[in-house]
């Protein structure tokens, strides 16, 4: 995806819990590997488009998700 911005997990729970979401309010997200840089304790990440991804944060926040957003 161009224009993207990697979401990271603690748990795979939360990873999966957080695509619910996103597929629920139509974001544009997929479920890509965590990157090895990123020290998740979860090898699932969302990858979401830039124009999605300020509501695809405030709704996990809403949710309690615990969530981190990679820097590159």
């Given amino acids: 995806m161009t224009g993207s911005r990697i979401i990271v997990f603690e748990t795979t729970h939360h990873a999966l819990w957080a695509e619910e979401v996103a597929r629920e309010l139509r974001l544009g ?3 890509v590997p ?3 840089a990123s020290r998740a ?6 990858e979401a ?3 999605d991804v300020a509501a695809l944060l405030e ?3 809403e949710r309690g998700i615990v969530f981190r957003v990679f820097e590159r």
Avoid: K, S
Avoid at 41 to 46: I, K, P, S
């Fill in 29 to 31: 997200v997929d479920v």
């Fill in 59 to 61: 709704a996990l926040r």
């Fill in 34 to 36: 965590a990157p090895a």
């Fill in 41 to 46: 304790g979860c090898d699932l990440a969302l």
């Fill in 49 to 51: 488009i830039e124009e």
